[in-house]
């Protein structure tokens, strides 16, 4: 596999922008700097066993470094950032080790064996500190002025929505990454594998370690394609084999993809089905650019597949009016997409304004998670999807409803259980950079 082995080189730029950012913040907030913590190894309960460590995304933002836990990043406006870098004296553990990267020449890195020590590698704390991360023993020794302080959080979140190039980068090489291990998937499908074959499939394309991907990867056979965040992975081939579901993503330097395909396992009306769909998505991802409000876009996604339910007899209503009724949720009770970044429903998607309210979803809509104005350097998922999920239908079976959807052709799809599609895009000066496609697209033609 032939991926960078390092962040890219505008890493340094990157850092002077987050700089840029953060500095006018911590003024405005009265702090004269800035901890982030990278996170910590947890137990289990009554165990000696840790969870996977999941970093800190603030950390990242500014360290590309994962797999480091108890690291300290302190930012004092106009000095060089310190990077307190955590190396165990461990001989059960292999303790992290800094990469021989560019990026370290940006820091001032000292070296602790111990988590204890970190406090004394510190620039002295003045009273004004505040911290960020989550909160660990020993942690009221430091001094800090603030630990996690709602508005100053805010405010960091919403300087991480706008990418910049080195991070697009990142997304870039993730989507890259994830693309390898959906055409291995693909493969495994059409080869006759389990769902639990499938997804080891899937980690070896990517080269990622389960613990190592961005979020729990759904791998669903037949009807578990109707679970949304389907989570189990049948060992177990089924007797009949219809469709594939697969939601999976990998990371890069601790930034996602998040890239669903569905697969028919023969033709006929579910694949027809899916060239609805995908046509659908196309189209909407045709319409991202600045200015677009992502709540209409939503509504619009709805106006689109009532047509295309209507188109192939799933429902006999006017579209208006299978919008407006709910009918339309019975089939897609999710939002169309959100922000994706250090985390995969990135942070600031309702929040335009970070001392200003919420911008609610449409009533009706209560799970879309980006309600605001598209602008140059969101990254958002585009992700419609349509479904036959028995809960909702049973409900739709006995409500107002019953009478508007075609329940022979319902009962023939069931057994398929659902579709989604979904990209990442970046939205750009005047359109967008659709990650998935390309990524796809190179490596089906081999570059
Ligand atoms: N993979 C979760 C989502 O698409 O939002
Ligand atoms: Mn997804
Ligand atoms: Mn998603």
Redesign the pocket.
Known sequence: MNTPVGPSPSFSTHLETVVQRVTPILEAYGHDSLVIHSGTQRLAFLDDQSFPLRSNPHFLWWVPLRDAPDCLLQFTPGRKPVLVFHSADDFWHKPAQLPDAAWTQCFDIRTVNSAGAARTALDPISGLTAFVGEPFEGLDDFGFSSVNPQQLLRRLHEQRVRKTPYEIDCLRAASLLGARGHLAAEAAFHHGDSEFAIHQAFLDGCMLREQELP?QA?VALNDNCATL?YQQLERRVPAERHSMLI?AGAQRHGYAS?I?RTYAAAGGDFQSLIDGMEALQQSLCAAVRPGIDWRELHLTTHQLLAELLIEQQLIHTDPEQAVHSGLTSVFLPHGLG?LLGLQ??DVGGRLPDPDGPQLDPPAGHPYLRLTRILEPGFVV?M?PGLYFIDMLLEKAMTGQHGNAINWRRVQALRPCGGIRI?DNLVVTANGCENLTRDAFQILKSGR
């Open positions: 979020y759904i965040h939601d998040d669903t959100h995969v429903h998922t992700e979904e």
